[in-house]
């Protein structure tokens, strides 16, 4: 069974600009998770989504946004980027969610310039 | 084998050797905990998982452990192998979808 995947891997972009992440969970999950992990707070989660519904959402600005796929695929959008956006953004996929066995994908590496 | 009775950010031990890597959680109304290995350029890996109503729960090599009474877990490697070395992280879930993460430990394991 394939992993979760994620793309692109690696991105570059400048302050203020937008970008979007892709996430590909596996299959017959339906619940993908999104995480910020940087050196200085962790890992941190920013919002889950189960059958194309935001279920829950972590305490971050409104500039982090996402939305699920009827195919469970997932994007997430940041807009108006910050130097501080810059980070690893994980994806991770569950059958079900939160007290289910979440697999994790490889991450997309963020950097703001 | 090292264990490390607070959560300490790096720990080092030696080929053969047991390791013990220790978590304190935040809520004690966390139902579900799970234990993740996290290498160099790789997204977590989930190791062990445990839920609340069992207080240990073994896997190939690991075990881990949980008191309620302190809000503390604990992940044990037996015979450590350089393989091993990695950032490992511990992670709550509230009963709602999200998981909290704990600060990672950094095994480090010398042959």
């Known amino acids: 069974k394939a992993g979760v995947t994620q793309t692109p891997r690696y991105l570059i972009k400048t302050r203020g600009q937008q970008v979007t992440l892709s996430c590909s969970p596996i299959?017959?999950?339906?619940?993908v998770s999104w995480y910020q992990q940087t050196p200085g707070q962790g890992l941190q989660f920013l919002f889950e989504?189960?059958?194309?519904?935001?279920?829950n959402k972590g305490n971050f600005p409104g500039r982090f946004s996402g939305r699920q796929f009827s195919n469970s695929r997932s994007e997430m959008n940041v807009s108006t980027l910050e130097l501080g956006d810059s980070a690893l953004y994980l994806c991770a996929s569950s059958f079900s969610g939160g007290g289910n066995e979440q697999f994790f994908g490889p991450g997309t590496r963020l950097t703001v310039l | 084998g090292e264990s490390v009775g607070l959560h300490l950010p790096t720990l080092s031990v030696q080929e053969g050797d047991n390791s013990i890597i220790n978590c304190a959680y935040s809520?004690?109304?966390?139902?579900?905990f799970i234990w993740y290995k996290q290498e160099s350029g790789k997204g977590p890996q989930f190791i062990i998982d445990i839920r609340s109503n069992m207080d240990k729960r073994q896997g190939q090599r690991v075990t881990v452990l949980l008191n309620k009474t302190v809000k503390h877990l604990s992940l044990q490697i037996a015979a450590t192998q350089p393989g091993d070395s990695a950032v490992y992280f511990c992670a709550e879930n509230q009963g709602g979808t999200a998981l909290i993460f704990g600060k990672g430990t950094t095994l480090s394991v010398s042959s």
């Open positions: 299959s017959g999950h339906r619940s």
């Open positions: 809520n004690s109304a966390s139902d579900y």
């Open positions: 989504y189960f059958s194309e519904t935001q279920r």
